[in-house]
């Protein structure tokens, strides 16, 4: 019972307040590639103001309490977020979606330990059976990230997405408790 | 030109009457079975009221993000069941599929079928989307196997993802896209 479940190696998970979380995402946002990686919504500038509002309203929702930011160990940088949504405590579900706003940050390990960090907190602290997520097939680099943290190919959604005048396959992938704890058991109390 | 998209060979879908649908749903619902082979949100049970206020709210969004009928039999016009759009992401031309059927004794009769083609052709000819997903309980095999005759393709499975009479059960991705629709109208 030693552990920290808020931290890694490199970042660790935060509370983050509205006008923090508004500024940050409309900073990220002007970055329309990673918006286009993160969300099959149109792209759109929005100011920090009517997204401090839209956040106020989304956080109210209790579901909404899982949303996390991301945070560098060493500089104590906010350079993304990772959230749980859709939890279905019914059936121990719930689907997670993850971004690193910040393009420095990239292939450096850092989502994939947040990430990691999360399949913790749903499998040890909220006791979920599994946790689902989907993924861009444009996107081969959160595929690897995903895999790497034991997440397995589950279905694919053919040609759902409509983007560069494409179409774009959704790739859906879960992992189980089971699996999770097969992979990292070891490490914890 | 000229065909009515609404009507089927056995039913034809309708606008929704809020009180009278949230009767039927609220009615339908005291059978547990309704809501479980719908929905993986828990089986409940909810007042007329309630169900007409969550059904008017529903059909706010302009454009609705959600697009609710009412099923009725051709020959007698007996509400039997409802259909909708739900999630409908018109920059991407996809949308979810739901139906449901109210009562066990129109089961397995073809309305379902009937209906889902209905639907089809309303996403395909007039919505003109590129394609219609919905997600199958492993469960529900009756289900499977109508979604599989209107041309629904399975495109993989959440493992273990319902807890169910104490098992876990499968969610099966299905997905038809335009083309393959076509095809199918084509009698290819």
Not at chain 1, 54 to 70: A, Q, T, V
Not at chain 1, 152 to 177: C, K, P, S
Request: hydrophobic share 35%; charged share 30%; with cysteine.
């Amino acid at each position: 019972m030693h552990t920290n479940l808020n931290t890694g190696q490199l970042v660790r998970l935060s509370a983050e307040e509205p006008q923090v979380w508004a500024e940050a995402f409309t900073r990220w946002s002007r970055d329309t590639e990673y918006i286009r990686l993160l969300d099959d919504a149109p792209a759109q500038a929005w100011s920090v103001t009517k997204r401090k509002q839209w956040l106020e309203k989304e956080l109210e929702d209790p579901e909404r309490s899982y949303l996390f930011g991301i945070r560098t160990l060493t500089e104590d940088q906010l350079i993304g977020f990772v959230g749980l949504d859709g939890i279905q405590h019914t059936h121990g579900d719930t689907w997670v979606g993850i971004g690193v706003g910040d393009r420095n940050y990239w292939s450096k390990g850092y989502g994939s330990e947040a990430m990691r960090l999360i399949l913790r907190y749903a499998f040890t602290e909220l006791n979920l059976h599994r946790v689902s997520l989907g993924v861009f097939a444009y996107n081969t680099r959160a595929q690897r990230a995903y895999e790497k943290c034991g997440f397995q190919l589950e279905g694919v959604i053919h040609q759902a997405f409509l983007r560069e005048g494409q179409r774009w396959d959704l790739l859906n992938m879960g992992i189980l408790r089971a699996e999770w704890l097969a992979q990292n058991g070891k490490g914890l109390e | 030109m000229g065909q009515d998209l609404y009507a089927g060979k056995l039913v034809r879908v309708k606008a929704v009457d809020s009180q009278k649908l949230a009767e039927a749903l609220s009615h339908w619902g005291r059978d547990s079975e309704y809501w479980r082979l719908l929905s993986t949100g828990p089986a409940g049970l909810y007042t007329v009221k309630g169900t007409k206020e969550w059904l008017e709210k529903s059909q706010e969004k302009d454009p609705p993000s959600e697009l609710i009928f009412e099923i009725h039999t051709l020959d007698d016009d007996r509400l039997i069941g409802e259909t909708g759009f739900d999630g409908i992401r018109w920059q991407h031309g996809d949308t979810f599929i739901g139906i449901g059927l109210g009562e066990r004794d129109d089961w397995g009769k073809g309305y379902g079928t009937d209906a889902m083609r209905v639907m089809l052709r309303y996403a395909f000819t007039e919505l003109n989307l590129h394609r219609v997903s919905l997600d199958a309980f492993e469960y529900n095999p009756r289900a499977l196997r109508t979604y599989e005759k209107v041309g629904f393709k399975q495109e993989g499975r959440a493992r273990q993802f319902m807890l169910r009479e104490g098992r876990r059960w499968d969610l099966i991705f299905m997905g038809i896209t335009r083309l393959d629709w076509q095809a199918i109208q084509n009698g290819e």
